[in-house]
């Protein structure tokens, strides 16, 4: 971050406010970077000589007379096969010391990947959690975020994900993360010896949060370069996206901007789409696949940063607490994949979509009979099946401390359904019945 | 000369530039950054301030850059050539481009301009003609593509000559037509035309009398959709409006389809991508793609080339209308598109009207849905634009701002519902809250007694009752429990489940039960209400259930079978069977 002998420096700045800062100032380009009293800043808005910045770290301590210096390009990372194994801060400069990585200088936040160059996703992503493989298949180049409370074991169950998924590169963008849960990662990675397939970027609680904002480019930058430029396949965690928004609204706020719905800017949807629509498949072989976290504040789904990112991303996961076997399970009913459609029945058997859908609805019966129950009312015969099964779907299926592969999945649900059920209740096609049902003659 | 102009400020992608000559309003102009070209349009002008929106990135743009203003609106090319192409918003050729990335200001011909047509002249010299009359014809896939006077000749023409057939290059000159003054203008096979101004080269615009089939269930029996009409699917995410709009797109009874991908994920538009080229289009036995033009703006595309992309998608729909062809524009998501006008009306420190959108959104939609329509042509044929859009409510709430105002332009409501979509229940069209207004039209109520049977409407108003009933008796059992109510409720609600499960309830990954005749779509309702009209003795409660359950088993074991099978008879004496059976005890 060294200064250029031959640049300007300006000394006289007019406005300061808690985020950004306003100077006079001529050839600057829109978005470009600059250092305001040793701080990293970005170019935001240009009107006639006025250049107002952001200041990245929050401008405490910054005064009328402190040095700005234009750098004369926008952030960037360098790129290279160096970045593996490396822990970076938000501006993609290494925490736990070591050297700078040597290589290409890509600008983040770049270009669009052209949708008729992609792709369809069509490869399956086993995790063993049968709430995703069973329920909800996720494929690479599909981009899906886990819609948790705080209290909830989120951070947990991606790791446990992304350690399964056989990702040849995780790349970590941390948003907000407490210093333990980055020591959680850091922990789990070191501990299953996959350090060097890791790359992290990470903004902990300890950083500014306007920092946040770079984390997630500066993960798909380096994301982009294993899958574009390797072929390989990466998988990208972000967490949490409801920080990230946050610090998105605070600079809005700053800036003057007439704020939509819970207080966001009216840009939410495209800048957060910016973001995931980095996840692809491409032609080459190498995708990038997102696993998000957005925290919700006491389930609520509506509020505009999980209704936002759900129009964005290809489904959505709930986990939450069974009381039945209290077990943590990935919520059948409000968990979905939208890609799935392109592996199940397809890569996996066949049966598995008439399966999938034939246990959730059976669930779905459960759930009927139990508030039968707390209502007081009688249950017939075929309720107290129901709740049987469901008792049983939970502990044996939807766990997410279960790892078995697909087809085990399958075969346990018929079992079931064979255990509780007639064919007609079941439903399914005939010829899966007659081909995998396992029901009493 | 053209007007040209220095940038003096910058925020996000609202630049303002102050001009050295006459400046149109909503006229296109290009900030010129080194060798690139990046396209804007004027939106705003206050004194020598003009506001120009990019339709790309500003970044490394600075105060002092030169801005070339280009004296036209924003224009879509028109010609032969458009079929199975995918377009972004602004009428570039994703696939001519080279690049893995779009790089900013990479502009590709909308058409090609070196291959040849076989041109076919239907017009005579001295035929008196007009805007949108056809000249001649060239076939485009399977399509008899008119050439037209273009749409912009204002006025009366003589034809002074018209090319004998052969092959011809689009910018070939295929007519001469002389003015009143008898000045000649030359005519090509390609022309343009703003795309915000619709194009109105037509006698007249009757209220439409037919329906359009799109295989649905739920949609063609229950609120049918008209040729020339305007629909609206709005839903919460994960209520199955992408799915739903692939079934209509691929099955609808019509001739040119135009998907306009506005601020979406760009794996639906892979999808598209991928499944059109081999789907074939029963109608015609070629590729559904063939009969498909795509303009794809996803969400990480520029924000402010959205709202380009609806207006190109339609007018490229006018266009093929002209030629008396039958049209179905699908817009996923307009919601996205007021998100664009939105931010926009932000940035210009417009005064907001009520959650930040801007004061015009309702007048914005509502001119825009009058685009569609069936019209009457100069020459008497007809052609129409059919044009359903989903809408993305926030928080799934369908009282906020686009659904209000789209519910005021849009005949068709299709809502659907997060409680049909958690439970399965696909397509989650929820039966009882969507209506469609031209059930209401003597025109369609007309044109329904003669292609499917007499009082056909009356029919499926008679259904929708049993639904309603069917609601209210669940209610009743769960207030009263099992126990507490009349058998007689239970009756009810089973008999409308049958009518959910059975025909509300699509499976759209299944081959067969995907798409649904409406000839299909007679006998399988005629056959529940008929099983719905019967009075019927059981045991207890569970009696009901265990029979109905064990009749929607089998009636969608009808549904997986083709249509006349051994199989969907086999299936169908079963039925006939089980209810003779329950009718006896």
């Known amino acids: 971050m060294g200064t250029k002998a031959f640049q300007k420096i300006y000394t006289k700045i007019e406005n300061i406010t808690k985020a950004t800062v306003t100077l006079r100032a001529t050839g600057v380009t829109n978005d470009e970077l600059a250092t305001v009293g040793g701080k990293l800043a970005q170019v935001v808005k240009l009107n006639g000589d006025q250049v107002t910045l952001q200041v990245f770290a929050g401008t405490e301590n910054i005064a009328t007379n402190s040095e700005v210096v234009f750098r004369g390009e926008p952030p960037t990372l360098r790129v290279s096969d160096e970045l593996a194994g490396r822990f970076f801060n938000a501006y993609g400069d290494p925490i736990y010391g070591g050297p700078s990585v040597e290589g290409e200088v890509r600008e983040i936040g770049g270009p669009t990947v052209n949708p008729y160059k992609r792709i369809q996703p069509s490869e399956l992503i086993a995790t063993g959690i049968a709430g995703i493989d069973l329920n909800n298949t996720i494929v690479t180049g599909q981009k899906i975020p886990f819609f948790a409370d705080p209290d909830q074991p989120y951070n947990q169950v991606m790791a446990m994900v992304a350690l399964r998924a056989k990702a040849d590169k995780i790349i970590l963008g941390g948003m907000g993360l407490t210093n333990d849960d980055f020591l959680f990662f850091k922990n789990i990675f070191e501990n299953a010896g996959a350090l060097d397939r890791i790359v992290s970027f990470v903004n902990t609680t300890e950083n500014p949060p306007v920092e946040r904002l770079l984390v997630p480019d500066m993960a798909l930058t380096a994301a982009e370069y294993f899958a574009v430029d390797k072929g390989e396949k990466v998988l990208v965690l972000l967490t949490d996206m409801t920080l990230y928004s946050d610090a998105l609204a605070i600079v809005s706020n700053r800036m003057d901007q007439i704020p939509s719905k819970d207080s966001m800017p009216g840009s939410l949807y495209s800048d957060l789409a910016k973001i995931y629509e980095k996840a692809v498949q491409l032609p080459n072989g190498g995708s990038i696949t997102i696993i998000a976290v957005t925290t919700l504040s006491g389930g609520d789904i509506t509020h505009a940063v999980p209704d936002n990112t759900g129009y964005i991303t290809e489904g959505q996961l709930f986990l939450r607490t069974d009381s039945d076997t209290g077990k943590v399970i990935v919520d059948p009913f409000r968990s979905l994949s939208r890609l799935k459609q392109l592996v199940i029945g397809k890569k996996t058997r066949e049966d598995h979509p008439q399966v999938m859908n034939a246990a959730v609805r059976l669930y779905a019966d459960a759930a009927n009979a139990k508030t039968k129950l707390e209502n007081g009312f009688d249950l017939t015969d075929y309720d107290e099946r129901a709740l049987a099964f469901a008792k049983d779907y939970s502990e044996k299926l939807l766990a997410i401390d279960v790892n078995i592969d697909i087809e085990e999945m399958l075969n346990e649900a018929w079992y079931l359904f064979g255990k509780y059920f007639t064919p007609a209740e079941v439903a399914i096609k005939d010829e899966f019945v007659q081909r995998y049902g396992r029901f009493r003659a | ?585």
Not at chain 2, 8 to 32: D, R, S
Not at chain 2, 431 to 449: G, V
């Open chain 2, 1 to 585: 000369m053209k007007t040209t102009g220095q940038i003096t400020g910058i925020t996000a992608n609202l630049v303002t530039v102050k001009a050295n000559g006459p400046v149109g309003q909503n006229e296109i102009c290009h900030v010129l950054l080194g060798d690139l070209r990046v396209m804007a349009e004027v939106i705003k002008v206050i004194g020598e301030k003009v506001y120009i929106q990019v339709f790309d990135s500003t970044r490394g743009m600075k105060v002092g850059d030169n801005v070339e203003f280009e004296g036209h609106l924003l224009e879509v090319t028109l010609g032969p050539g458009i079929l199975s192409r995918n377009y972004d918003g602004m009428q570039n050729d994703l696939a001519e481009m080279d690049d893995l990335f779009i790089t900013r200001g990479s502009a590709t011909a909308p058409l090609d301009f070196e291959s040849k047509w076989d041109f076919f002249p239907l017009a005579q010299i001295g035929d008196k003609v007009g805007a949108g009359d056809w000249l001649g014809e060239v076939t485009e896939k399977w399509i008899r593509h008119k050439i037209m006077v273009p749409f912009a000749m204002k006025g009366a023409y003589t034809v002074k000559s018209v090319v004998k057939e052969g092959n011809y290059k689009i910018t070939d000159t295929v007519a001469v037509l002389a003015d009143v003054q008898g000045k000649e203008h030359n005519v090509t096979m390609v022309q343009k035309w703003p795309a915000k101004l619709a194009i109105g080269a037509y006698k007249e615009k009757p209220r439409p009398y037919r329906i359009m089939e799109t295989g649905v269930r739920a949609i063609d029996t229950f609120n049918p959709i008209a040729d020339g009409g305007t629909g609206f699917i709005p839903g919460p995410f994960g209520a199955g409006k992408t799915v739903l709009q692939h079934a209509i797109s691929k099955q609808a009874d019509a001739d040119v389809i135009i998907m306009i991908a506005c601020g979406e994920r760009a794996n639906e538009v892979v999808e598209i991508f991928a499944e059109f080229p081999h789907l074939d289009d029963p109608r015609t036995g070629y590729k559904l793609m063939e009969r498909t033009t795509i303009i794809c703006n996803t969400s990480n595309m520029p924000v402010a080339a959205r709202e380009a992309s609806v207006y190109t998608g339609m007018t490229l729909g006018e266009y093929y209308r002209a030629m008396g062809l039958k049209v179905l524009i699908l817009a996923d998501s307009t919601s996205r598109w007021a998100q664009a006008l939105r931010e926009m009306s932000n940035r210009l420190e417009e005064l907001p009207g009520q959650d930040a959108f801007p004061m015009d959104l309702p007048a914005i939609i509502s001119n825009f849905y009058a685009r569609a329509g069936h019209v009457h042509l100069n020459n008497g044929a007809t052609g129409s634009v059919t044009f359903i859009g989903t809408v993305s409510p926030a928080g799934g709430n369908l009282k906020e701002p686009v659904t209000e105002s789209t519910k005021k332009a849009a005949r068709c409501f299709y809502a659907l519902s997060q409680q049909r979509a958690d439970s399965k229940r696909y397509p989650a069209i929820d039966p009882l809250d969507s209506y469609s207004k031209y059930l209401e039209y003597p025109e369609i109520r007309n044109f329904l007694d003669e292609t499917v049977e007499p009082d056909w409407v009356d029919t499926v108003l008679r259904g929708k009752t049993l639904v309603l009933r069917g609601k209210e008796a669940y209610e009743q059992i769960n207030i009263l429990g099992d126990d507490g109510v009349p058998i007689d409720y239970h009756d009810r609600y089973w008999k409308s489940e049958l009518i959910d499960f059975v025909f509300l309830q699509q499976d759209a990954f299944d081959a067969i039960d995907a798409n649904t005749s409406i000839e299909r779509q007679r006998f399988m309702f005629k056959m529940i209400l008929a099983i719905c009209d019967r009075r019927f003795a059981y045991a207890g409660f569970e009696d009901c259930s265990v029979f109905f359950k064990g009749l929607i088993n089998l009636f969608k074991q009808m549904n997986y079978s083709a249509f006349e099978s051994e199989k969907y008879y086999d299936y169908k004496r079963q039925i006939d069977e089980m209810v003779a059976a329950q009718e006896a005890k």
